[in-house]
């Protein structure tokens, strides 16, 4: 008798031993946390940073055809300036000062970010910002100078590859920079998250990388240009 009244008691979680039913449709769905704000889900973080290494290896192949086309075409001036007669150095040397401190404002912003500083990594970003609009104004201001000289990419086989090699890196700068903006809006919405630690690690990849080929072009391009 009393096993009976046992088993025809209500179980808990359903009436008379049955499961209620799980929720579904809109209710469900509003219970469940945004997936793009969801740490704890699995994040393809290797698969992501391998295929941005393979994205700038791809860009290291077209840099260096374009180096390749002015170490062929540099001395072809069709009696035109060459180089030692259109580079200013100091304003070139000034350049690359800002791009390399751009670098090391950049790795200040990562440390700050393994500490999960917030407020210090979009400081750091938006010096790293600064120094980046400032490389692309005198990089602008440069071939302002040369056009107004009639040292126009037409000229000659010289500048045509300068003004190639020359703008095909400051177009990079230029939207780093304005990658940089998107991100820093994105690290003060949602803070340092998994994704955003991961976007701001394959922008650093990106920033120094642009470093290393402008030191290929500051040697390459205007050191070696102003040699006789």
């Known amino acids: 008798m009393s096993d009976a009244l046992i088993s025809a008691a209500p179980r808990p979680g359903g009436l ?11 209710a469900r769905a509003a219970d469940a946390p945004p997936r793009f704000l969801a740490e704890h889900e699995p994040h393809p973080a290797n698969g992501t940073l391998l295929g941005f290494w393979l994205y700038l290896m791809s860009d290291c192949l077209v840099f260096a055809c374009l180096f390749a086309v002015h170490g062929v075409l540099g001395r072809n ?3 035109g300036p060459s ?16 791009l390399l401190l751009s670098s090391i404002t950049y790795g200040f912003a990562m440390l700050e970010l393994q500490r999960r500083r917030t407020r210090a990594v979009l400081a750091w970003l938006g010096v790293t910002g600064l120094l980046g609009l400032g490389f692309v104004g005198l990089t602008l201001h440069e071939f302002e100078h040369l056009v107004s000289l009639g040292a126009v990419p037409q000229r000659s086989a010289f500048l045509s590859s300068f003004f190639t090699l020359v703008g095909t890196h400051g177009l990079h700068v230029a939207f780093g ?4 903006g998107v991100l820093m809006l994105q690290l003060w919405r949602w803070g340092p998250t998994a994704p ?8 650093s990849m990106f920033w120094h990388f642009l470093d290393v080929v402008w030191i290929g072009v500051f040697t390459f391009v205007y050191l070696m240009g102003v040699l006789p």
Do not use: I, Q
Request: aromatic residues 8%.
């Open 83 to 98: 180089g030692a007669d259109l580079f200013d150095l100091k304003l070139v040397a000034l350049n690359t000062a800002l």
């Open 177 to 180: 920079v304005l990658w940089l």
């Open 77 to 79: 001036y069709a009696a």
């Open 196 to 203: 955003m630690r991961r976007r701001l690690a394959c922008l």
């Open 16 to 26: 008379h031993g049955l499961e209620a039913p799980a929720a579904s449709g809109p």
